[in-house]
C-alpha cells in the first residue's frame, strides 16, 4: 500500500482465533512458560517466531516495532523508554573510546548533553559541524569520525539541514549517519530513502498524539547494523511497557491526519505572527526565507506543527517572558504533537549562531510554538491577546 494514511490503517494483524476485531491485543509478561528443558535452552530471543522474556518483546512490543519500522520505511526497530534513550542506544551500540560522533550546533540539547558528559566519559569525542554547510562539514570528517548525526530541522532553531550534500559526503567516506525523525516523523521525511542509516524518533510526539507517553524508536535497514543495536539493546536492560505500546499503536493510525491538520495551523499563525509589528523573524522550515527552506522544500512536503518567532531587538527577555505567561491556550510546556498547544522561551545566546546572526533587528530571545488541536481561529485570538497585552 502506497498511501500512508491507508498503510497505518490497514496494517497486517492476526487476531486471536475467534476474535476477529482490528485492534490488537494487548499481552504482559515477564517470563514465558516453557513446555520443557529442551524449548527453554533453545529458543533464541533473536528469534520472532518464538518468545522468551518480555524485555527480549511480547506480540505487543512485535507489532509495534513492525509498524514503525515501515513508518519510516525501514525494515528492523528497537523500541526503548523514550527519545532520548534512542539517542543514547544508538552512541552507546556504535562508539568506542577513540572514535567521534559529529553532531549539528542546533542539535537537540539533550542529545549534546550526552555525547558532553557520557561519551565523552567513555572517550568517545565529539564535534559541532554547521548544518547548513555541506562543504565545510565535509572537511570536519577525520579518520575518527564514526558516526554523523542529523536531525532535520533543528528543533528550537529551526534551521532545516543540507542533507542531501550531509549525507553524500558522510557516505562517501563510509562514516555512519543517524538521523533524528522526530520532526518529520516518517510523515513529512523518510531516512532510508536519503541513504541514512539509522532513524531514530521520539515517539513521545507525534506517533503517540497524546502527549501522555514516553518512547523511542531506532529503525534500520542493515540487518548487522540491527543486530549490533538489537544486543546492545538487550545487554542495557532496555524495554518498553505494554500499556504505553498500547497507546503509541492507538496513536499511529490518526497520525496522518494530526499532521497535516498541525502543519496547516502552524503554518497559519506563523504567517500571520510574520505581519505583526513586534515580530522581528519567523523560523518554520516550510517559510520562504527561514534558513535551509531550499532543502526543506527539496526533501519535504509537509511540516511538523512548530516554529520559532523571535521578537524585535527593542522587545527585552522580560517583555517576551510577559507575552509568555499572558498566553491562555497555548501552556508553558516541552514537547509537542500533542492536542494542547505549546509555548516555550528560550535564550539564543547558548545557541547556535545562524539564526542570530539571519536577523541583527532579532532579540536573543526565541519563544517556540507547538501547535496543538485547538481551532486555529482560538490559537491567533489568543497570539493577538498576549502581543496586545505585551504592548507588541
Ligand atoms: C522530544 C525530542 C526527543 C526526545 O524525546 P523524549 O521522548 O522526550 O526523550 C529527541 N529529539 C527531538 C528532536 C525531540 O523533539
Known amino acids: 500500500m502506497s498511501d500512508l494514511s491507508t498503510a497505518l490503517v490497514h496494517d497486517d494483524y492476526e487476531p486471536p482465533a475467534g476474535f476477529r476485531a482490528p485492534q490488537p491485543g494487548i499481552f504482559k509478561a ?3 512458560i516453557f513446555p520443557n528443558v529442551a524449548a527453554l535452552r533453545s529458543r533464541d530471543w533473536r528469534r520472532r517466531d518464538g518468545y522468551t ?15 514503525i519500522a515501515r513508518l519510516e520505511g525501514g525494515r528492523h526497530a528497537v ?8 539517542i543514547a542506544l544508538v552512541g552507546q551500540a556504535l562508539l568506542s573510546p577513540g572514535d567521534e560522533v559529529l553532531l549539528p550546533d542546533n542539535v537537540y540539547g539533550p542529545s549534546r548533553e550526552f555525547a558532553r558528559h557520557e561519551l565523552a566519559r567513555w572517550g568517545v569525542t565529539h564535534r559541532p559541524y554547521d548544518p547548513l554547510d555541506a562543504a565545510g562539514f565535509a572537511a570536519l570528517i577525520g579518520p575518527a569520525t564514526r558516526l554523523v ?23 562517501s567516506r563510509g562514516v555512519v549517519t543517524a538521523l533524528d525523525n522526530t520532526w518529520g516523523a516518517g510523515v513529512a521525511l523518510r531516512g532510508f530513502g536519503l541513504g541514512i542509516d539509522i532513524v531514530m524518533q521520539a515517539l513521545t510526539k507525534y506517533p503517540s498524539g497524546g502527549g501522555d507517553v514516553l518512547m523511542g524508536s531506532v529503525v534500520t535497514q542493515d540487518a548487522a547494523l540491527h ?8 545487554r542495557l536492560g532496555l524495554g518498553v511497557g505494554a500499556n504505553d505500546a498500547e497507546a503509541v499503536l492507538r496513536g499511529l493510525p490518526s497520525m ?19 505581519t505583526q509589528p513586534a515580530v522581528a523573524q519567523v523560523l518554520h522550515p516550510a517559510l520562504p526565507g527561514s534558513p535551509g527552506h531550499e532543502h526543506w522544500a527539496r526533501h519535504c512536503s509537509a511540516a511538523a506543527g512548530l516554529f520559532s518567532v523571535r521578537f524585535r531587538r527593542d522587545i527585552d527577555a522580560a517583555r517576551v517572558h510577559a507575552f509568555c505567561d499572558a498566553l491562555r491556550l497555548f501552556k508553558l510546556g516541552y514537547s509537542w504533537a500533542g492536542p494542547v498547544s505549546l509555548v516555550v522561551p528560550y535564550d539564543l545566546n547558548p545557541m547556535r549562531g545562524a539564526a542570530a546572526a539571519a536577523d541583527a533587528a532579532a532579540g536573543t530571545e526565541l519563544v517556540r510554538f507547538s501547535v496543538g488541536l485547538e481551532s486555529a481561529d482560538d490559537l491567533q485570538a489568543d497570539l493577538a491577546q498576549a502581543l496586545a497585552s505585551m504592548g507588541g
Request: aromatic share 8%.
Open 256 to 274: 496522518p491526519l494530526r499532521y497535516a491538520a498541525q502543519d496547516a495551523v502552524a503554518r497559519r499563525l506563523a504567517a500571520w505572527l510574520a
Open 227 to 234: 543486530e549490533r543495536i538489537k544486543l546492545t539493546h538487550m
Open 53 to 67: 522474556y518480555g524485555l527480549h518483546g511480547t506480540p505487543t512490543t512485535f507489532l509495534l516495532e513492525e509498524r
Open 79 to 86: 523500541l526503548v523508554p523514550s527519545g532520548l534513550a534512542a
Open 149 to 171: 548525526w542529523l536531525e532535520a530541522p533543528g528543533s528550537v532553531t529551526m534551521e532545516f539541514p543540507d542533507l542531501a550534500g550531509l549525507v553524500a559526503a558522510a557516505r
Open 30 to 32: 515477564s517470563t514465558v
